[in-house]
């Protein structure tokens, strides 16, 4: 479990204060479930948050950001990353949900953030359902302060799953969907299935 860093007063206004984290891992792995309790342990430390999502996303709610499990949060919608910029205010605290699903843009946001002062809580897959780094996930990862990758129960054999297996022919890069769109999977589980394996 995450535990955050201790700092003697989290202020807004203190530069140098702010960090990054990302939070990443495959479908049904527990990220936006990891990201609410991080942000509500803020709220209970009195710290202002802002959150974020991107406005294509939704699946459960049209403002906030709701996991698997059905925990929930308000947020909300933005169609740019540069949004974020605009609507973070005079938070302490910037959490950002399905962060792959924003242009690289998204980068200098976290960062221009995080030099402002704020923690910067960024969760989203790692990999896209060919098993290929997604969006500015790669690059949130190289200059965040903490990475956390969660897994998933592979739906197949039960292992340690990774990766988004998708159940559907589409071949469109995003494509929103639950469990009838797509398996949590181990490696084996889906390259047997998944026949583009990446060349080395």
Known sequence: MFVEPRIDSFKADR???GWIEVICGSMFSGKT?????????????KQKI???????????HETSVVSHDESSIRSTPVQFA??????AGNSD???????????????????TLANQGKRVILAGLDMDFKGEPFGPMPSL???AEFVTKVHA??????????????????DKKVLLGEHDA???????????????????
Do not use: W
Not at 33 to 45: D, P, T, V, Y
Not at 82 to 87: A, E, G, Q, Y
């Open 182 to 200: 797509y398996e949590a999977r181990c490696r084996n589980c889906f390259y047997q299935d998944f026949k583009d394996e990446p060349k080395s």
């Open 153 to 170: 129960i592979c739906m197949k054999c039960g292992g340690v799953a990774s990766y988004s297996y998708r159940l559907t022919a589409s």
């Open 82 to 87: 540069d949004d974020i910029l605009l609507l």
């Open 141 to 143: 990862m190289g200059i």
């Open 50 to 60: 802002e959150i974020f999502k991107p406005a294509v996303d939704t699946r459960y």
């Open 93 to 111: 605290v910037v959490g950002i949900d399905e962060a792959q699903f924003f242009d690289l843009e998204l980068i200098h946001v976290a960062r």
């Open 15 to 17: 530069k140098g204060a």
């Open 33 to 45: 479930e990891e990201l609410i309790r991080r942000l509500n342990r803020a709220k209970i430390a």
